[in-house]
């Protein structure tokens, strides 16, 4: 029998080969899910986007910092039940600003030079989620949680 990867390591692999999640935020009518370019902190503690603020997804995260994060390693194919690998983070959002805005920007920025711009306009907003709980889910039932705290 195979021993699987500790969590953590299957999450880094994961995290660092993805660049996108959907991010699911809640208002007072209706769940909304949009598209994100991401990072995390190499302690994964923390996941890091980008919005503008005058989003429905900004608005929503401010209503209601609660938000899921879904990365997953699907290729669209049959195979993907038993091959791919899906995590869903659950935690809370906030903006963050000053001398740590800048040190999440210059992070991001190293993962996606292309958004430099965007994540340096003024009417951006650096967005950083407090990871909870982690849960990855493998061979379409195979289900943990790992809590990064």
Do not use: C
Not at 48 to 59: A, L, N, S
Not at 129 to 146: D, G, I, N
């Amino acid at each position: 029998m195979n021993v699987p990867e500790p969590i953590s390591e299957i999450l880094r692999s994961l995290l660092a080969a993805q660049r996108f999640a959907v991010l699911a935020t809640s208002g007072d009518d209706q769940p909304h899910a949009s598209l994100v370019a991401f990072v995390t902190t190499p302690d994964l503690r923390y996941i890091v986007f980008v919005t503008e603020r005058d989003t429905r997804k900004y608005i929503q995260l401010i209503a209601n910092p609660h938000v899921a994060l879904l990365i997953d390693s699907r290729t669209n194919r049959a195979a993907d039940p038993e091959e791919a690998t899906a995590v869903t983070v659950s935690g809370l959002a906030e903006e963050v600003s000053g001398d740590e805005r800048a040190q999440l920007v210059a992070l991001y920025n190293a993962r996606h030079p292309y958004l430099a711009d965007f994540a340096r306009a003024p009417t951006s907003a650096m967005m950083r989620v407090t990871v909870a709980t982690y849960r990855v889910v493998s061979r379409f039932q195979e289900v943990h949680e790992w809590h990064p705290a």
